[in-house]
């Protein structure tokens, strides 16, 4: 059908057109949800008409045309027919109530007057047609309310015009219910055991409303003739059914008050009203647009993978095509395409923010949840003035507040562009195809010029190329002592080029001392134990990576500079500090060793080295033990211990000398610490493991260290 | 070497900007019926509807005893793991004081 629905239309003869309604409907009571809701060009106006509307070639695997695996799942027909005398029934005593309304009595009579083809074949598609589905449908106004209270199933589509909705359709069958099975079900239950009689009485088919006189009557009889309440129990099960007798007569007033407006949205209001509706919350950009939905639902999936569920229906489009099974992703792909069609006809349409209308008074604001009404208008600087970079710097209130001010806004400015760079790259362009290179190569050109230009921004924007000395502390640096400073590094490196990178961490390296993580965690209160836990988290990861595939010379270079420009001793006695040392120094050895893919270094880079090894040791020789957090803080030392056993691989013998006898409590106090009964056997496990860290450095092992007696 | 950008320009042009230099920090939020907020900002919108995390909300209630008519002034305070705040009742943000 490639000229479309409308298009389409008159060129079916009449039979297949009576089948696709079939299949239609009968897809929408298996499904149970009514997608003629959805469908504009059904019942819009001929306005239509004109427009071109393609996609429609999978209609037949949105619509059912291929049928055979659809279950039972949403055989609702079946459920209801169950319990079609009993709807029958409550529907004439609804009936016989409301006979003087100027209501229709029923609105089955008006599925028997109207003869369009679309009522025409839901009857059809109905199991068994005429009586149980009118039944259904007519006693709307009667069930609907009582449906919804006790099961939590019931229709929310007005049915005069097609098919209803059922909410939670898995309840349906048990949870819909006559008011006298819910008593029955109340009173069976405040007895604790079933009460068959009583309920095949009800399921007989002469079914009345019992009043609580004959409740109470059928319930004497059943148990002799003795009331098997006490008075309490009673007047407390009285009180219930009471409750659920006024609320009920509460709802129905209010259907009945509301009755009067029963009918007066035609189908193709309804149609218009949902189309704005959804076209407000559509959107081509999911990640731009709906970026906390997209995250959230993808931390949730990883989350129920990592429990063994798979992931949810609400997962991004862009990989699970073939993962949706059944209903739920045959409704969700139907939705898709309408959204899809949507986003389209805006495209087409450019959203114009106000409309002026010839010879009216005013103008008519088109306003969207993306285009809220504007009740402020500030004039953006620049855009007024043509002198744009001339215009007056804003009062600076003082030296301490600017300062944070303009931090904080490089780091907003940071932001912006990270963002307009992840932005970027989800909008890259596919490689060329076939025949399609010119073009291809024309828009990847474009890409990555532009691509570019916002990763050169950015870079800018980090200020990390100011040179050392102008302000204290460097930019970078003040960038860094924010936590959100810290938490964008990770996502900026993604951008950086290697050379870039590796400035970022000569700038690191080079002003270690000034960053506030840089002090131990002994001096630093919660806040500051949480930036140093950030700092560790986020970017001492990402420049790991980085270091441990630099070749010798940059090590060398950048311990140099770390040696060089900061207090060894009160650098490495903080956690992030511990960690470049450590960092720096295994990856020196591992490259001394000739692994990696880097030539063994030659003489005079390992003389280098060795020198440097030396200076360090030197400055932080009688401070080895200080870099233990004192013991009442019970705080881990895991990452002094790699450190120790870095510095061990490197050392002399003499300097190994001097580093057993300065940690030598520490290794004691370990080992006699796990072999105490009083510690956790994983935690005594945990203290053997960091001493042998250390030990296995040297060639020793814990096991050979013997505890003096106490 | 590559030019960094200015020192000083932080781009600041409307109000909401410097809202947005607050962002995952923690702010002050004066609000309707006497109630302040102390928290970290996660977000916000054109509105100043919030989202705040970690928060301390500070109300303030003013008894009036039934016989001597006189104000008794209490404070409750509660705190919220994560805390929505409608824009509407929004009086006054701003960092907060550094005491």
Redesign the interface.
Known sequence: MPSGRQGGRPAMNLEEQQELDRQVQKYALETGEDFEIYDYGETYDNLADDLEETRDDLNDETFGGIQGDEGTDFDFARNTRQIAPALKKEEELYIKQNDAGPRRSSFASLWENDGSSQQDSFKMGLPEPSQAASSIWGSFGNTAGKGMDMGGAGFVHDPVFGVGTFLRPSTFGNGHQSLEEVEAQLLRTARGQPQRVSMQQHHQGDRKMMSLEEVEAALMNINGGRPIYSEAMLAEQQAKIALLEKRRAAREAKQAETAKHNGLMTQGDKDFINRIQISQLVTDDPYADDF?CQVYTAIRNRHLQQMGIPGSMMEPESNDGNRRRGGNGRTEQRMQQQVQRIVSDAKRNPKRTNVTVEGALGKIAVNSVLN?RQLLQ?S??GTNDSSGGNSP??PSPGPVSTKS??V???I??VYTYVLALEQKRRQQPPPPRMGEEEIAGEAIRRWNEEYGILA?KM???L????PIG??HPH?FISILN???GK?VIPRVLRHLLPEQTLTLLTMLVANFESLNVCKSEVYADVQGNQEIELFMNTIVPPLLGFVSEAPFRIVVGLLALFIERNNMIWVARSKPGLAFLTLFLSRAEILKQGQGNYPIPDDREINQWNELYNRLFSQLQTHFSALFMPKATMAEDVHVWRFLAAMAVGATVEQQHVLVTEVREQVLENVIAAQTTRMAPEKAAQKISNVNLFLHALGLDASQVSVPAM | ?????P?????????LDLV??????RIYVKLRGDRELRGKLH?YD?HLNMVLGDVEETITVVDVDEDTLKEVIRIVKRNCEMLFVRGDGVILVSPPSRA
């Open positions: 906390y809220p500030v953006k600087r710097k804003p001010h303009t904080l806004g490089w907003e400015n050169q870079w800018n924007e200020r990390i190329t100011v102008i302000v930019p924010y936590s959100k938490k | 070497m590559d030019e960094h950008a020192l000083e320009s932080a781009g600041i042009e409307e109000p947005r230099l607050s962002l995952d920090e977000a054109g």
